[in-house]
């Protein structure tokens, strides 16, 4: 009885332990979009992409790795210096045998067992599993791993990239070599693979030509499939909570790192990985800088906040943006600025729909805001509304918070962000009552097939709801001794 009650424990620890991220993306979504590329660029080609290497931060101590983006978009792989190789027309075994015979070794997808007219198609190079520095920095996949759990067809390590790469791209009778650009950008190892990659293609300039995969890529990513969509849900939904606690918790005496804190807290308390951006909370003076950063000034009493913050779940980002005023009550004159900029944010997400281009959404935010600022007496002409918003009402959000995409209309699939924003610092050509006013509101949004979903809809962003939830105490009210 004993024996079966520890046997019981051990699969039940077992199952938790699998049962960790049981939201990752599966092999066959990055498969799929491996197989998406290959068809878009056709036979005659072949694409190389290069991961990240780790960042040194300071003497010895590195950055936390993250992954190029469009590198996870086609392999899944969160380890640094790999490289992954696509051959639509394929190889045949001959050319990477001989390459293996000339290195001493065979690999984990043994050459001998793959038919002679069988054609390699991918391949991943990657670093092998080594037990010693394993020890220091954690369990790698090795090739054996890129195979069995991310679902590779082939798998080399990395050190054999320059012995294979050269028979690769003459064997395939590439007349074009899909790479990344800028070539100059990559250190250690990679720098070292890009160099070989040049020199191949330089030798053959006559019939090889580089060409840039991002255009390609850009089409790709901007309409999200169903399992990203998900991911982003998520962020998004860790991120609106991060904001009721951030609106909870401020009060005045406290300093923007202290709400930047709550914030972080609360993603990786629910399973962030990492904050998609360096977060903002801009309060008086520091609320009309859009990218301000540093979060060490002392929160005033009558300061208004701008609170732009974004969780990063499993690679996909969130970005929420709330202003909020320090004492739990707007001013007047805050008052009237927050209403222009919540009014040109809704009338701005009622526009969104297939078929609708960026351009209209830029409009409609400008014109709402431009009428709110005249009949307030800050501006004169509809063209001076530049002064005090003067960027983009929204972008693409997915992999990276700023996501790839291509100019044109919205379509189904794609998840973009409706932020506008008024910024008045102090010594503008208007009444000084509203000098360092900053309000921006964000929301991420969905475009449907037959209209939008506003994804982040549970931060509060009316006044009124503002001001009920920050009567509430939040987590960062708690005294810590």
Not at 182 to 191: H, M, R, S, T, V
């Amino acid at each position: 009885m004993k024996l079966m009650k520890v046997l019981f424990l051990l699969a039940l620890f077992s199952f938790l332990t699998l049962a960790q991220d049981l939201d990752l993306l599966p092999p066959s979504f990055f498969k799929s979009n491996r197989e998406q590329f290959m068809k878009e660029i056709g036979n005659e080609a072949v694409a190389i992409f290069y991961s990240n290497s780790l960042k040194t931060r300071s003497n010895d101590v590195e950055y936390r790795f993250k992954q190029d983006n469009n590198f996870f978009y086609l392999t899944g792989l969160n380890e640094p210096d790999a490289v992954l190789v696509l051959i639509p027309s394929g190889i045949s075994r001959s050319v990477l045998k001989l390459a293996s015979r000339a290195t001493g070794k065979y690999y984990d997808l043994t050459l001998d067992t793959i038919k002679s007219d069988f054609k390699i198609r991918e391949i991943l190079f990657i670093k092998e599993r080594d037990s010693l520095r394993e020890v220091w920095t954690g369990r790698t996949l090795g090739t054996k791993g890129a195979v069995e759990k991310l679902g590779f067809q082939f798998a080399l390590p990395i050190d054999e990239f320059k012995s294979v790469i050269r028979g690769i791209i003459f064997s395939s009778r590439a007349k074009t070599v899909y790479f990344p650009y800028p070539f100059d950008c990559q250190e250690g190892i990679l720098k070292e693979i890009v160099e070989v990659i040049k020199s191949v293609v330089n030798s053959q300039r006559s019939r090889v030509q580089f060409a840039d995969p991002t255009p390609i890529l850009a089409r790709m990513r901007m309409i999200k499939k169903p399992e990203e969509i998900e991911l982003i849900k998520k962020a998004v939904s860790i991120t609106t909570k991060a904001h009721k606690q951030v609106m909870m918790s401020c009060e005045p005496g406290m300093y923007e790192y202290e709400l930047q804190a709550v914030a972080e807290y609360i993603f990786t308390k629910l399973g962030a990985e990492y904050p998609a951006f360096p977060s903002i909370v801009g309060s008086g003076e520091n609320s009309v800088i859009l990218h301000y950063s540093s979060n060490r000034k002392k929160i005033n009493d009558g300061d208004l906040i701008v609170v732009d913050i974004g969780a990063e779940y499993h690679n996909y980002c969130a970005d929420v943006t709330r202003t909020i005023p320090a004492n739990g009550r707007f001013s007047p004159e805050q008052r009237e600025i927050y209403e222009i900029v919540l009014k040109a944010q809704e009338e701005t997400i009622k526009l969104v729909r297939p078929g609708v281009s960026f351009i209209d959404l830029q409009f409609k935010a400008r014109d709402v805001i431009a009428e709110g600022l005249i009949k307030l007496g800050i501006i004169k002409d509809k063209s001076d509304v530049t002064k005090y918003f003067m960027h983009g009402v929204t972008h693409h959000l997915g992999l990276d918070v700023h996501d790839i995409g291509i100019p044109g209309n919205l379509e189904p699939g794609m998840v973009i962000t409706i932020e506008p924003g008024i910024y008045i610092p102090a010594g503008s050509d208007c009444d000084p009552k509203y000098w360092n006013i900053g309000v921006r509101i964000e929301d991420d949004v969905l475009v449907t097939k037959d209209g939008y979903v506003v994804l982040s809809a549970d931060a509060p962003k009316t006044i009124e709801e503002i001001e009920r939830l920050m009567k509430r105490r939040g987590i960062g009210n708690e005294l810590i001794d």
